[in-house]
């Protein structure tokens, strides 16, 4: 580790930097500083991380460290980057997953060198005892002596670092949100099913949870093309076509949903072999027209072919 860079600080107090500032404490780090918009979320973190102190402005905090985590909202990075005053042998990190360094050009400009660190982990609660760094990735970049710094706290993390290119950087965070909200967001809605079943949501989430974990194991040991299971998979068309009737009948919310998951899934069991290619046929025209029919977006000429598809499934 480059001998400068010794004491680290943060601006922003909330989920992140409560992870972070937790995780590079423990890890031998010296995190001694952190301001955020309310005094309250510096209090807060400084009081669960030993040796950290509460600051009002943030600029201080860029006096007492070398190191400056900018942990806040994507949106507000750019204007706090250029307002604060850095100087050369310091550095400017941010955790953003969909921003490039660019957004702390300002740092650059005033001699910082600037870096990204950005961990596949979701901290979505303000409970600290949830967040789990260790066996996590982190994407990092970072100038010079920087880049190298970051990739060292990673590995002290316990984590393991890779280097996303500039243009494939969407993608990289298209595929965070896809493994993280989406599956909440997919569940969120299988839970609504138990919940128009009478149930509540505490009762759905314990039924499901398992299943989910069930299959997230399945992922682990065998990929996730063959953790896919489920009546796509085995070409079950009358299973499929209830599951969409009742949907559309009394959830049809879902609709959506469930055909977009479905049309891959059929894409899926047809590379894998599980399914021929008349099954597939059948199995996405059948997707397709609940799915045009639940965004609402037919024109005039495809109703009929929909209403035809509809009568044959
Ligand atoms: N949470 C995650 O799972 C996660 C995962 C990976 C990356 N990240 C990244 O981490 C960064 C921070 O996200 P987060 O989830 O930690 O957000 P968060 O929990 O909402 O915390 C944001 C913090 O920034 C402070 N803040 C907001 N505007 C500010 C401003 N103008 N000046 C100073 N402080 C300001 C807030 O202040 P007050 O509390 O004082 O109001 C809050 O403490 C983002 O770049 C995000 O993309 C988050």
């Keep these: 580790m480059p001998s400068q ?10 989920r992140m930097a409560t992870a972070l500032a937790l995780g590079l404490t423990k890890a031998g780090y010296q995190v001694g500083s952190v301001s955020s918009r309310s005094a309250a979320s510096a209090q807060a973190l400084a009081q669960k991380v030993p040796g950290c102190q509460a600051i009002t402005h943030p600029a201080d905090v860029l006096k007492r460290c070398d190191v400056a985590f900018l942990t806040i909202p994507d949106d507000a990075m750019a204007s706090m980057a250029g307002a604060l005053p850095w100087r050369a042998g310091q550095a400017a990190v941010h955790c953003s997953g969909a921003l ?14 600037v870096g990204a660190l950005h961990s596949l982990q979701t901290f979505a609660t ?10 996590v990735t982190f994407a990092i970049e970072g100038d010079g002596d920087m880049g190298r710094w970051l990739e060292e706290a990673v590995r002290r993390l316990g984590g393991y670092s890779v280097s996303i290119a ?10 965070a949100v896809m493994s993280c ?3 909440a967001t997919l569940l969120e809605s299988a839970c609504a099913l138990w919940e ?11 039924a499901l949870l398992p299943l989910t974990r069930g299959t997230l194991d399945n992922v682990e040991s065998q990929g996730a093309r063959n953790a896919a299971t489920g ?3 085995r070409g079950d068309m009358g299973t499929v076509r209830g599951h969409l009737a009742a949907l559309a009948a009394r959830a049809p919310a879902v609709v959506p949903l469930y055909c977009q998951a479905g049309l891959d899934m059929v894409a899926l069991a047809q590379e894998r072999g599980s399914i021929g290619t008349e099954q597939a046929r059948g199995m996405r025209q059948l997707l397709r027209s609940y799915l045009a029919q639940a965004t609402n977006d037919l024109s005039g000429s495809e109703r009929p072919q ?3 598809a509809l009568d044959r499934h």
């Design 166 to 175: 500039a243009q494939d950087r969407p993608l990289y965070h298209a595929a």
């Design 5 to 14: 860079f010794t004491t680290v600080g943060f601006v922003g107090a909330g």
């Design 181 to 183: 909200g989406y599956v």
């Design 231 to 233: 009546p796509i998979v």
């Design 196 to 206: 128009a079943m009478g149930f509540s949501r505490e009762e759905a989430v314990k």
């Design 306 to 308: 929909v209403a035809a």
């Design 126 to 135: 303000q409970d600290a005892s949830t967040y789990r760094l260790v066996g």
């Design 100 to 113: 490039s360094l660019d957004v702390l050009s300002a740092a650059r400009d005033r001699g910082a060198l």
